[in-house]
């Protein structure tokens, strides 16, 4: 397979993949081999909160990335794309907003974001049209995929249109590639396109047209969307997205250690705050052994965040690739080993989850967590400062950012009454979670450890 990568973890990618293709220049640089310029089977791209990947492509190939992947480390996670890239359906608008209108593409309800933008005619409620999704989105995001009505094939070198041909200037070679585009439909070639040979041009070219001829046949054997929809016409490309965790990262670090020079939290640092980048690249440009020591928990968060008096979400992912906002809290303690104090008022009316009682006005929360750590406890108090009981959730290595938590929930979870009573709660959710294929058995195992280490503490 060949793999074409981008992004914050594009070196270390580059190290642990094979047949890589259409390398950056930074890339080019810090390893000592060529990269073709040929279409690539599987696009591998850093997701915009930079907290994991998406990967986009052939089936097998990108089934062969994830698998390479899978080995990271044990908070390493991987879901389908409930709408993946390129997936042409016959959407129902389900509602209309400000800017666009949200449709359902599939029986199973998952919607997208039609901008208005987007379609040439106005719709409402109701309406059924065709679309395709041109952004999909990963699980953990809060953002619908994004369509379009226009209908394309998209390759790394060139992108087949349907249904016009785009006016722009492909490379010199464009003029005497040997394979032209079906009929109905247009070439616009990409900026790489101008470093490709002609075979390349040539193969890319094929590819897409066997992909469009498929979309052709799919389509011309369709009911129109007024009696289909919602329905998917065509599946597009295999879509999956990879999360990581904090042991992921520093899992990449050693990666890209073994090919260029290369901070300890190198990643870690980079997935938490974008103005980071550029300092991390800093350090490592005139630093001579930046990759000796520890993760530096405490310059990073004196410089980007959280310090006493923010504002931080605890950003509560689940294994199956939902997350959460817990609610906004305030940042009452930090110190130099990691740990972070935040409290959060209650809204009152709600009961306690697994504690039990219910939740009282002016009742907070009080949750200490320490980066990097597998479990974090949550005190419940009362407004006259009596304990409603203690919550340890156990969890992938916590990444406290400069304005959010984060972690995977793993289930099972240690509470502790306040008459001292302490009890492991939702056991059975975590062998369910096993059993769907959600949480690795050697990671239940690792919780499993976890909480009965926290049960034993209490």
């Known amino acids: 397979m060949t793999v074409r990568v981008r992004g914050i973890y594009a070196t270390a990618l580059t190290a642990l993949l094979e047949d890589v293709v259409q390398a950056s220049p930074p890339i080019r640089e810090r390893f000592e081999e060529s990269f073709p310029v040929a279409p690539a089977d599987a696009a591998v791209e850093t997701t915009d909160d930079r907290q994991g990947l998406g990967i986009h492509g052939d089936g097998a190939a990108v089934d062969g990335v994830v698998s390479r992947l899978d080995g990271l480390a044990l908070d390493t996670f991987a879901w389908d794309a409930a709408l993946p890239r390129g997936a042409v359906s016959a959407g129902e608008v389900v509602d209309t907003l400000g800017s666009g209108a949200l449709v359902a593409c599939d029986d199973a309800g998952n919607q997208g974001f039609l901008p208005y933008s987007k379609t040439a005619r106005y719709v409402e409620e109701g309406d059924t049209l065709r679309v395709q999704v041109a952004e999909p989105q990963p699980p953990w995001a809060d953002r619908r995929p994004v369509l379009d009505t226009a209908v394309e094939i998209p390759g790394a070198l060139a992108t087949l249109v349907r249904g016009r041909a785009p006016e722009r200037d492909g490379p010199e070679l464009a003029d005497i590639v040997p394979a032209d585009p ?41 009911d129109p969307p007024a009696d289909a929809a919602p329905a998917v016409y065509w599946p597009g490309e295999r879509s999956v997205y990879c999360w990581f965790g904090r042991d992921s990262r520093f899992a990449l670090d050693g990666r890209r250690r073994a090919a260029t020079t ?32 520890e993760f530096p928990f405490d310059a990073v968060t004196r410089q980007f965040g959280p310090a006493e008096g923010d504002s931080v979400s605890i950003g509560h992912g689940k294994p199956d690739g939902r997350c959460y906002d817990l609610g906004p809290g305030e940042v009452t303690g930090r110190s130099t080993n990691g740990q972070v104090t935040v409290r959060r008022e209650l809204t009152p009316g709600g009961t306690y989850d697994a504690l039990g009682g219910e939740i009282q006005p002016g009742d907070v929360a009080i949750t200490k967590v320490r980066e990097g750590r597998w479990w974090y406890p949550t005190v419940y108090r009362g407004e006259d400062g009596e304990t409603r009981g203690t919550y340890v959730n156990v969890c992938t290595p916590v990444e406290v950012f400069p304005r959010t938590v984060r972690y995977v929930d793993l289930h099972v979870d240690v509470i502790k009454q306040p008459d001292g009573t302490v009890e492991r709660v939702d056991a059975d959710e975590l062998a369910a979670a096993v059993d769907a294929g959600d949480i690795s058995p050697a990671l239940a195992e690792k919780a499993r450890d976890v909480a009965t280490a926290v049960e034993n503490a209490l």
């Open 262 to 293: 290369t901070m300890a939290g190198h990643h870690r640092i980079k997935a938490a705050d974008e103005r980071a980048s550029s300092g991390v690249d800093f350090v490592e440009a005139v630093c001579d052994s930046p990759d000796e020591g």
């Open 182 to 222: 079906p009929e109905g439909w247009g070439i616009e070639w990409h900026r790489d396109a101008d470093d490709a040979d002609l075979d390349a041009l040539g193969a890319t070219i094929e590819r897409l047209r066997e992909r469009a001829a498929d979309l052709d046949a799919a389509l011309a054997d369709a």
